[in-house]
């Protein structure tokens, strides 16, 4: 499981989504990145990515990022990397949303659908998908926190100040 802590490391700066396969294994990538791939993801086709970020849904993604189940009301732990990728592929791919579902809340496509993992809204073809649910706390104090988000800190004071105000209201809502 991620940690959410070392683990991101310098990664945690990178904007776009590259899978592993493509990338030069000499460059981006240190060693524990590399053995946490081949550990965590299994299979060659789905390697997965650390940290990305999605410009559809302006959230942080990867299986570097701690995060809950999309499904309303879920709650279970999961990360944002392709294991949980509704549509099987960054972004969702062709057929998915690109939210991130456990595992009691994802489906099988048909063949038409290649058989990618869908949630249940993409799976039945309802017209809209389900809202993307708030960042993991953990993830948010790890941005406001870790030196790796130094330079993000830096350049985005009115992010950080969101991501302030989401944890105060995550810590009244635990309160209530
Ligand atoms: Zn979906
Ligand atoms: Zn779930």
Redesign the pocket.
């Known amino acids: 499981m991620p940690t959410g802590s070392a683990c991101v490391g310098e990664e945690a700066q990178h904007v776009s989504i590259v899978p592993a396969r493509d990338q030069d294994p000499g460059k981006g990538t240190d060693a524990r990145h590399r053995r946490r791939r081949d550990a965590g993801l299994g299979g060659d086709a789905l390697m997965g990515w650390s940290v990305g970020y999605d410009s559809n849904w302006n959230r942080d993604i990867g299986y570097g990022v701690p995060a809950?189940?999309?499904?309303p009301g879920?709650?279970?732990v999961?990360d944002r990397g392709l294991s949980y990728v509704c549509g099987g592929a960054p972004y969702g791919g062709e057929h998915g949303c690109g939210l991130f579902?456990?595992?009691?809340?994802?489906r099988m496509a048909g063949d038409a659908r290649n058989g990618v993992q869908l949630c249940t809204r993409c799976r039945y073809g309802k017209p809209s998908t389900h809202a993307a649910t708030a960042d993991h706390p953990r993830w948010m104090r790890h941005k406001l926190d870790d030196a790796s988000w130094k330079a993000w800190r830096a350049e985005n004071p009115q992010l950080v100040e969101a991501i302030r105000d989401q944890l105060r209201a995550t810590a009244r809502e635990l309160v209530q």
């Open positions: 809950y189940c999309d499904h879920c709650g279970e999961i579902f456990c595992s009691a809340h994802r």
